[in-house]
C-alpha cells in the first residue's frame, strides 16, 4: 500500500491550493480517508475526513468554510482511490505539513484510527 500527496507550495495569504493524495496497491473504496497537518514542534492536527462513498464529511473548526475535502474511486480494478483537498482563503497559520491517510469504516479525528499514511507535502502560507 502506498499513498502519494502531492498539492502544496508556495501561497500568499487569501490564495487557494489544492492537494491531492492517491492510495495504491488495494481498493480504499470503502474506507475513510483523512487529511491531517503537523506544525513545527507539535503534534498531528485533524484537518478533515471523508467517508467511502463521499457522503459523509467532517471538518476541524479551524478549516471550515474554506476547506472542501472530496474523493475519486478511480477504478475499481486499478484500487486506486484519490482524496482532494482544496484550501481556499489560506492563512499564514495554515503553514504545516500535510499528510493524507486511510483509516477504517467509521469517522475519527485520531491520529490512531489510520493504519496508512502518506508522505506528507509542505504548504507555505505567506503574510
Known amino acids: 500500500v502506498q499513498l502519494q500527496a502531492s498539492g502544496g507550495g508556495l501561497v500568499q495569504a487569501g490564495g487557494s491550493l489544492r492537494l491531492s493524495c492517491t492510495a495504491s496497491g488495494r481498493t480504499f473504496s470503502w474506507q475513510y480517508m483523512a487529511w491531517f497537518r503537523r506544525f513545527p514542534g507539535t503534534e498531528q492536527e485533524f484537518v478533515a475526513s471523508?467517508?467511502?462513498?463521499?457522503?459523509?464529511?467532517?471538518?476541524?473548526?479551524?478549516v471550515k468554510g474554506r476547506f472542501t475535502i472530496s474523493r475519486d474511486n478511480v477504478s475499481r480494478d486499478n484500487a486506486n482511490n484519490t482524496v482532494l483537498l482544496q484550501m481556499n482563503t489560506l492563512k499564514p497559520e495554515d503553514t504545516a505539513v500535510y499528510y493524507c491517510?486511510?483509516?477504517?469504516?467509521?469517522?475519527?479525528?485520531?491520529?490512531?484510527?489510520?493504519?496508512?499514511w502518506g508522505q506528507g507535502t509542505l504548504v507555505t502560507v505567506s503574510s
Open positions: 471523508i467517508s467511502g462513498s463521499g457522503k459523509s464529511t467532517t471538518f476541524a473548526d479551524s
Open positions: 491517510a486511510v483509516g477504517g469504516s467509521y469517522a475519527s479525528d485520531a491520529p490512531s484510527a489510520y493504519k496508512y
